[in-house]
C-alpha cells in the first residue's frame, strides 16, 4: 500500500466487528514493524499488555467509560510507557546497549541518558510519553498497511487500569488502543478538518 493510503485508510473507529480476528501473524507484523519507530537514544521505552480474552476486555470496557469497542475489537493493547527506560539495569537499556554499543561507551552512554530524562520526574514522564507515542503511532499506520483499522483512547480510568492489570508503577499508561475490522455496514466518513500548511507554520526565521 502507497504511504498516502496509509494515512486517508487511518482512522479512529468506533465500530469493530467482533466476527473478523485479528491473527497472531498479523498481529506480530504489526508490533515488529511499528518497532522501527525512532526512540531516544534507541531506549524504545515501550512494553504493550494484549488482551483477547473477552472476559478481560469487559473488565476493561468497564474502566474505560463502557465504551463497547473494547469488547468488539478482537485486540485492545494496553499501552506502556517506562518512565525508567533511562536507568542503568533497564532491561530494555541493557540490551539496546550490549547489542548496539561497545564496553567503553558505557559511562558516556549512562551518564548522558540520566542527565537527559533522569533530572526529574517530569523529564523522565515526557521521555516515556513522547518515545512511546511514536510507537502507538507507528502501530496504527502499521495496522492500516494490512487493512486493519484501530481505535487509540485515552478515555479510561488511570489507576483502575493499572490496578486490574497489576501494571508496576514505573509504566504510565498514555492510551488503550483497540486493533480490529470495521463493522461492514459502517459507514466512514471524511476526515475532519485539518490545519493548513500556513496555519501550523506559526514563523519561518
Avoid at 517506562?82 to 542503568?88: L, N, T
Wanted: hydrophobic share 40%.
Amino acid at each position: 500500500m502507497e504511504f498516502k493510503e496509509i494515512l486517508t485508510n487511518r482512522r479512529a473507529i468506533n465500530f469493530f466487528d467482533p466476527a473478523q480476528n485479528v491473527t497472531e501473524d498479523q498481529l506480530r507484523e504489526i508490533i515488529q514493524n511499528a518497532a522501527k519507530a525512532p526512540s531516544s537514544f534507541n531506549l524504545q521505552p515501550w512494553k504493550l499488555i494484549v488482551l483477547r480474552d473477552a472476559s478481560k476486555k469487559a473488565e476493561l470496557q468497564k474502566l474505560a467509560f463502557d465504551q463497547p469497542k473494547v469488547s468488539e475489537a478482537p485486540v485492545v493493547l494496553i499501552m506502556l510507557a517506562d518512565r525508567e527506560g533511562w536507568k542503568e539495569g533497564n532491561t530494555t537499556l541493557e540490551a539496546n546497549f550490549s547489542n548496539s554499543m561497545q564496553p567503553e561507551q558505557r559511562d558516556w552512554f549512562i551518564s548522558t541518558t540520566s542527565a537527559l530524562y533522569g533530572g526529574s520526574e517530569a523529564a523522565s514522564q515526557a521521555f516515556a510519553n513522547k518515545n512511546t507515542g511514536l510507537f502507538a503511532m507507528s502501530i496504527m499506520y502499521a495496522a492500516s498497511d494490512l487493512g486493519l483499522h484501530t481505535h487509540p483512547m485515552d478515555g479510561f480510568d488511570h489507576e483502575g487500569v493499572r490496578k486490574a492489570f497489576d501494571i508496576p508503577e514505573q509504566y504510565w499508561i498514555p492510551m488503550l488502543l483497540c486493533v480490529g475490522h470495521k463493522k461492514k455496514d459502517v459507514k466512514i466518513h471524511p476526515k475532519g478538518w485539518r490545519q493548513s500548511y500556513e496555519e501550523m507554520v506559526l514563523n519561518t526565521l
